[in-house]
């Protein structure tokens, strides 16, 4: 009889000790999210050979991020990504960092922004059509786009 009552007094104990150790968990689930960093490129009008200004803003929920550790703009040109130029960003205030930019020939140009703040890193990257670009080149990329859109419905199945 006594095996029987130290059974249910150690089963008892544990299903606390479980009970417990849940409740932590999901508390530390669901207070310890920190809001994603969010960052917004911002292209002016672009004409190729003139200096222009390229922005980024960064931000937390609500709240302008000031902090980051690192931003940098990178650029390159559709198809050459092997010669992208690196450039590290400049805080301008009110979560704004920026950068003055040559944009040398007309083509298709990304911009990407490589944002480490606050433990996280975000790189979102933009698409932009400076001067005169030919209709193949156009074709190529509404193909390519096509392609990757494919590419990203077969994985999410």
């Known amino acids: 009889m006594k095996k029987a009552s130290w059974s249910v007094v150690l089963l008892v104990m544990v299903c606390l000790l479980v009970a417990c150790g849940g409740e932590e968990q999901e508390d530390v689930q669901n207070d310890g999210v920190p809001e994603v960093v969010e960052v917004d490129i911002m292209l002016p009008e672009i004409t190729p050979g003139e200096e ?61 922004s490589h944002v ?14 400076i001067g005169d670009v030919s209709e193949e080149e156009l074709e190529q990329l509404e193909e390519e786009h096509a392609h990757d859109e494919d590419n990203e419905h077969e994985h999410h199945h």
Not at 62 to 75: K, S
Not at 116 to 129: F, L, S
């Open 52 to 112: 222009v200004i390229l922005q980024t803003k960064v931000t937390q929920g609500d709240e302008n991020v000031d902090d980051a550790d690192e931003v940098e703009f990178e650029v390159w040109e559709h198809g050459k990504k092997d010669e992208s130029d690196m450039i590290s960003g400049e805080h301008q205030g009110d979560g704004v960092y920026e950068i003055s930019y040559m944009f040398a020939d007309d083509g298709i140009y990304n911009v990407t």
């Open 116 to 129: 480490t703040a606050r433990g996280m890193h975000v790189m979102p990257t933009k698409q932009v059509i």
